[in-house]
């Protein structure tokens, strides 16, 4: 019997506390919205102030100063490396960056050579053909001659002894062997004309080759570039449409393509990208602040040194457009800046001195217009419309609506709850007033 009792005892004792349990969270649970609308905001007392617009853009470094290393010019159309210094090497001034391979140089040697030796053979051709043509004249001429004497030996002149017919012609005859004399000797002096032009071509054409052959073991000294200057290699971004081209030995480059670039790590600048939206107020030698993603407790100082013109996509593939704009620095810091390194940097675009300043999460959106809500003397908050002035995504300057020493809701009470709440309030009156 005491056991059952017991057991019962507990029972009821558990059932008890379930139901207080229940009974709990369900009249929380019907206070929490009236506890909720009782939360008061957040507040903040007007005071005025000095306001700096602020434009938030992010970039990376990069050398006020490079030199630009280039293939050299060699008369050839493309060359092999051999060696090439590292991306981010320090070298100074005299060091090897980069050494071709010589066997393009080599195949072109040989190519100079061949067209040399068959210069040289056909100027040998020109002047012994113009021996040959030159000597089959001279026997032509010599013939002649001999022609000439034997006809005048021989002329018939008497008119008694030949007939006029002969007499005329032994006279052609002998006119015939003077002018093939006359021709010989015009002969004589067109081919030297001709030789002497054909002979002047082929030795310019001589020269050429010479020349060729000049560039081409010159070009061989070239072929191993020293740094122009101290500073940092820094390799350049292939790009998407040459899918990761990067420099290594035996890679081909063209004549005139550019490798790297040699930047002075004594002089860097940022190179930011500011949104098109919030570029409208950005000017030359406004004030900046670049802090290193790395390092974000240093800050260096700076000013807006140049903005693009036209606003561009950093992706090829997004509609987001940004405004270059490249930012001097102050002073450099060479053990921690480096070219490519990512940072932050705030354009200060403008300044307002003793102005009224609400932070932006004060402020709501209302039809045409906006409002903040504003503390009155019974301890209310109540909608006041208000006239905005420039402004960041922190905080922005109220031109009209608020006055200094107002009390402002930082965070503004929930308007669909006050009403929702509000509603509730009085359907519950009107039903109390309908009961006897």
Not at 23 to 40: D, G, K, T, V
Not at 300 to 324: E, H, M, N, T
Not at 408 to 423: F, I, M, Q, Y
Request: glycine content about 6%.
């Amino acid at each position: 019997m005491n056991r059952r009792y017991l057991t019962s005892r507990r029972a009821l004792l558990i059932v008890a506390i379930v139901a207080s349990c229940s009974i709990a969270i369900y009249a929380a649970r019907l206070a929490w919205p009236r506890a909720e609308a009782r939360l008061l905001p957040l507040t903040v007392t007007i005071e005025p102030g000095d306001f700096d617009l602020r434009i938030t853009a992010n970039g990376e470094l990069q050398s006020a100063e490079s030199l630009t290393i280039a293939v050299p010019p060699v008369p050839v159309e493309r060359l092999h490396i051999a060696s090439v210094v590292p991306d981010g090497t320090h070298v100074k001034k005299g060091d090897p960056i980069v050494e071709f391979d010589p066997s393009e140089l080599d195949l072109k040697a040989l190519e100079h050579k061949s067209d040399l030796e068959a210069a040289l053979q056909k100027i040998n051709k020109g002047e012994l053909a113009g021996e040959i043509d030159k000597t089959d004249i001279v026997k032509d001429k010599r013939i002649a001659e001999l022609e000439l004497e034997k006809i005048s030996e021989f002329l018939p002149r008497d008119e008694r002894l030949y007939s006029r017919r002969e007499i005329i012609e032994g006279e052609l005859d002998r006119g015939y062997a003077q002018r093939k004399i006359v021709f010989a000797d015009v002969r004589l002096e067109l081919k030297g004309k001709v030789y002497s032009l054909d002979e002047a071509i082929l030795m310019l054409e001589r020269r050429q080759v010479d020349n060729r052959i000049d560039q081409t073991q010159k070009a061989r000294a070239s072929l191993k570039l020293l740094a122009p200057a101290s500073g940092i290699v820094v390799y350049n971004d292939p790009g998407y449409f040459f899918g990761g081209y990067t420099l290594m030995p035996g890679r081909t480059v063209w004549i005139g393509m550019t490798l790297f670039n040699l930047v002075n790590p004594e002089k860097m600048e940022a190179k930011c990208f500011v949104l098109e939206k919030d570029a409208g107020e950005l000017r030359i030698d406004q004030k900046a602040t670049v802090r290193l993603d790395p390092f974000p407790g240093l800050e260096f100082a700076g000013k807006v040194k140049s903005i693009d013109k036209l606003a561009r996509p950093i992706d090829w593939d997004s509609p987001v457009k940004y405004f270059q704009t490249i930012v001097s620095l102050d002073k450099a810091e060479p053990t921690v800046m480096k070219p490519g390194i990512k940072l932050r940097a705030e354009i200060i675009a403008g300044r307002q001195e003793n102005v009224i300043v609400a932070p932006r999460s004060a402020i709501l959106k209302k039809d045409s217009g906006f409002v903040a809500f504003v503390q009155t003397t019974r301890g209310q908050f109540e909608p006041v419309e208000v006239t905005l002035g420039r402004g960041d995504h922190v905080q922005v300057v109220v031109t009209e609506g608020l006055q200094q020493g107002q009390t402002l809701a930082l965070n503004p009470p929930d308007v669909t709850l006050e009403r929702s709440t509000g509603a509730k309030k009085q359907g519950a009156e009107s039903e109390n007033t309908k009961r006897p």
